[in-house]
């Protein structure tokens, strides 16, 4: 029944914007590979970057939660990455039945997971050298992003850009790339339901 509602259907429609089938079509690969990855990976860009750590930022792009796994499979370094809580804005026993799920596909591979009030123990890991990521948009592309820019100044680390997508067989993690540009080029492999409010 809940999406049956006719004003809800086209709520979703209208932030999935046109082409809504080649949209889903997208998704529905992505999430494939993010479920059961081909383990084709390519790692390219700015990698000397990550040498001394630093802080990975995304938006909800292409195959994004493989980026952990990627990165252990190219640099001997701890990654860990930041998890909003389902409690927040679910009722407690679905939210804690999400939390749960989802902190055991995420914290595979040894990947360290973070929740947004643990600053002491994300700054504390990232100045130890550990490469700390997050995902920044929200109601616009990159709502979230000045905290955090605030925590790389804090930390003195490079910020940089990352997005991971599927092209031609191979599973790619681009870093330092341009994602206002990469989303332009690449604009079904964006799924954040609000891409079709301003930026």
Request: proline residues 5%; hydrophobic residues 40%.
């Amino acid at each position: 029944m809940y999406w049956l509602n006719t004003a809800r259907r086209m709520r979703i429609k209208k932030r999935l914007g046109k082409n809504i089938q080649l949209s889903l079509k997208t998704i529905a690969r992505n999430l494939s590979l993010m479920i059961n990855p081909e383990n084709k990976f390519r790692l390219e860009g700015r990698i000397d970057s990550l040498k001394n750590g630093a802080i990975l930022y995304s938006i909800h792009f292409g195959i994004w939660e493989l980026m952990p796994q990627i990165l252990k499979n190219f640099l001997n370094k701890k990654v860990g990455i930041l998890v909003e809580r389902y409690t927040d804005n679910n009722p407690p026993l679905i939210g804690k039945i999400m939390d749960r799920i989802f902190y055991l596909m995420r914290s595979k591979n040894d990947v360290i997971i973070f929740y947004p009030d643990e600053v002491f123990k994300i700054t504390r890991f990232i100045k130890e050298g550990g490469i700390f990521s997050a995902l920044v948009d929200g109601n616009k592309i990159f709502a979230k992003l000045p905290k955090i820019e605030k925590l790389a100044r804090i930390c003195n680390i490079p910020l940089i850009p990352f997005a991971v997508y599927y092209e031609k067989g191979d599973t790619v993690m681009e870093i330092g790339c341009d994602l206002n540009k990469i989303v332009t080029k690449r604009p079904y492999d964006y799924w954040w339901f609000y891409k079709s409010r301003k930026r």
